[in-house]
């Protein structure tokens, strides 16, 4: 019975979270038209955040164990992660994330959601840890650092997996309130 009432709780606080991400709109200062991407982003992350804990909640390994996460922290990683993808690796990660395959609309989503609002406060942090000895192609670079402000930073984490550790931390204690 407790395990029902948590699952119930977390649906509600799910969609709660869902709907209101979903009623904010950031409006282009130019045009004053809200990008297109942004509510098909809103409604495949919703969508994958039901798909996501709908499989946590039933996984044996979570039974009777309370239950939270981000699922835009997750679907946020994958969106970036889909940026370096291609072919059918790229296809699964857009239909898992319920995510347009228009990189226009996808990208313009994520950037609209990560703008800062004068009528809501959402903080996200988003950055890239490669090791050092691992090149990444230079339009992908910017492409994470445009539309999902994600920036790149190279570490040693084969000779100093300690020290590539306390960067990132540190990075997240910085980033984070």
């Known amino acids: 019975m407790k395990r029902k009432i948590l699952s119930g709780i977390g649906i509600f606080v799910l969609i709660l979270a869902g709907l209101a991400g979903c009623g904010i709109a950031v409006r282009d200062a130019a045009s004053g038209e809200t990008p297109a991407g ?11 955040a039901f798909d996501l804990y709908r499989r946590l909640s039933t996984d044996p390994a979570y039974a009777g164990d309370n239950l939270f996460f981000s699922p835009y922290s997750v679907s946020s990683a994958l969106a970036i ?8 690796t790229a296809d699964e990660i857009r239909a898992v994330l319920h995510l347009p395959a228009n990189d226009t609309l996808r990208r313009e989503g994520f950037a609209t959601l990560n703008r800062k609002s004068g009528t809501c406060t959402l903080r996200t942090a988003n950055a890239l840890w490669a090791e050092e000895t691992y090149s990444l192609l ?28 306390e960067t990132i931390n540190r990075w997240v204690e910085e980033e984070t309130e």
């Open 138 to 165: 230079p339009d992908y670079i910017d492409v994470v650092a445009r539309w999902y402000g994600a920036n790149v930073t190279n570490l040693d984490f084969i000779e100093n997996p300690e020290g590539s550790r």
């Open 38 to 48: 942004d509510p098909l982003v809103c409604t495949g992350n919703n969508q994958f």
């Open 81 to 88: 992660a889909c940026e370096g993808a291609r072919g059918t």
